[in-house]
């Protein structure tokens, strides 16, 4: 059942410094402060995003695609204390892959929830302002076709989402096939690497080991 109405922003470009514009910035900025639903490109991956990791999952049920994982999007590393648990060369570690296009599983810090956490830091300069301006932890999980195949057409986002999310924000230089993100896992004080993607697997390696024999 279909009973948002649903306003769709569509931009052919970011501006050279990979901002958006102001207006339609301002426009995503408002309805996730208010507690909206928005549909947006995460680095090149169209997906869901809310300050509710609920009401992401729900949306993305409702949609008929993939049920993908809800993930944690950060805009700073201090918002690392309130979620995870973790070391300094943890800390070195992200400082090296983030902000970028690896999504990393994290010890959690509350015992109450999940045990680990996923948790991404993205590099879209657009998006950074974004979630800065409205100043608080959002939840992502990218619209798929299946577990390795995003949707990035730009007539499929767009009947798929219309009525079921506030906002959908279109750039149609984003609306094109790109790697998924690498997944690894830090949670149990080592690296795993459970997927490859935009970040070859020997980069990630080569940045995790990177001052380990120096300590």
């Known amino acids: 059942m279909r009973t948002c109405e649903t ?9 050279k410094d990979g901002e958006l514009n102001h207006d339609a910035s301002e426009s995503i900025v408002e309805t996730l402060r208010e507690g909206g639903v928005v549909l947006v490109p995460v680095d090149y991956v169209y997906g869901v995003v809310c300050a509710n990791a609920s009401a992401v999952e729900r949306t993305l049920g409702r949609s008929g695609y993939y049920r993908s994982e809800v993930t944690a999007l950060i805009y700073s590393y ?15 570690f992200l400082n090296r892959i983030w902000p970028g296009e690896v999504s990393v599983y994290m010890k959690s810090l509350h015992c109450a929830g999940p045990e680990k956490l996923k948790i ?4 879209s300069r657009f998006l950074q302002g974004i979630l800065l301006k409205a100043e608080r932890l959002f939840y992502y999980a990218p619209v798929m076709y299946s577990e390795i195949e995003p949707v990035y057409r730009k007539k499929a986002l767009i009947s798929s989402f219309s009525g079921i999310v506030d906002k959908i924000l ?20 080592n690296l795993e690497i459970l997927y490859a993607g935009k970040v070859a697997a020997e980069e990630i390696k080569s940045l995790y080991f990177l001052g380990k024999a120096d300590e």
């Open 170 to 189: 279109i750039i149609d230089e984003l609306c094109k096939k790109h790697p998924l993100p690498s997944l690894v896992d830090i949670s149990k004080n």
């Open 120 to 123: 991404r830091f993205p590099k």
């Open 78 to 92: 201090m918002m690392l204390d309130d979620l995870v648990v973790y070391s300094k060369s943890d800390y070195d």
């Open 7 to 15: 306003e769709i922003i569509s931009v052919k470009r970011l501006k």
